[in-house]
């Protein structure tokens, strides 16, 4: 079983940064894939990064393409969604998410196989 457990969420004005970690235990890190979704209240949970096992690989929605980078750290077992000039529409749930699935990345929600709680992102204009 594998679990993952986001931090580093919270309140930030327009423009700022933050820095959100996705831990992983239970299992190897290097054999997962990772993906970052999030959620605002009554929209569905929609793709924001996600990177490939060995970290070469990386793919980003349009919407925060340029801002977001997600990287990984494998030795640590530990994922991270470095969020830079963040606007209010940024605000939501985030999640990370593993995917055991052999190659690259993937964007589907329903692909991946293990999800953390989610972390709150507030952005203030």
């Known amino acids: 079983q594998v679990q993952l457990v986001e931090s580093g969420g919270g309140l930030v004005q327009a423009g700022g940064s933050l820095r959100l970690s996705c831990a992983v235990s239970?299992?190897?890190?290097?054999?997962?894939?990772m993906g970052w979704f999030r959620q605002t209240p009554g929209k569905e949970r929609e793709f924001v990064a996600a990177i490939s096992r060995g970290g070469v690989s990386r793919g980003y929605a349009d919407s925060v393409k340029g801002r977001f980078t997600i990287s990984r750290d494998n030795a640590k077992n530990t994922g991270f969604l470095q969020m830079n000039s963040l606007k209010p529409e940024d605000t939501a749930v985030y999640y990370c998410?593993?995917?055991?699935?052999?190659?690259?990345?993937?964007?589907?929600?329903?692909?991946?196989?293990?999800w953390g709680q989610g972390t709150q992102v507030t952005v203030s204009s």
């Open positions: 998410a593993a995917d055991r699935r052999p190659g690259g990345y993937r964007v589907d929600e329903s692909e991946y196989d293990y």
């Open positions: 239970g299992r190897t890190f290097s054999g997962y894939a």
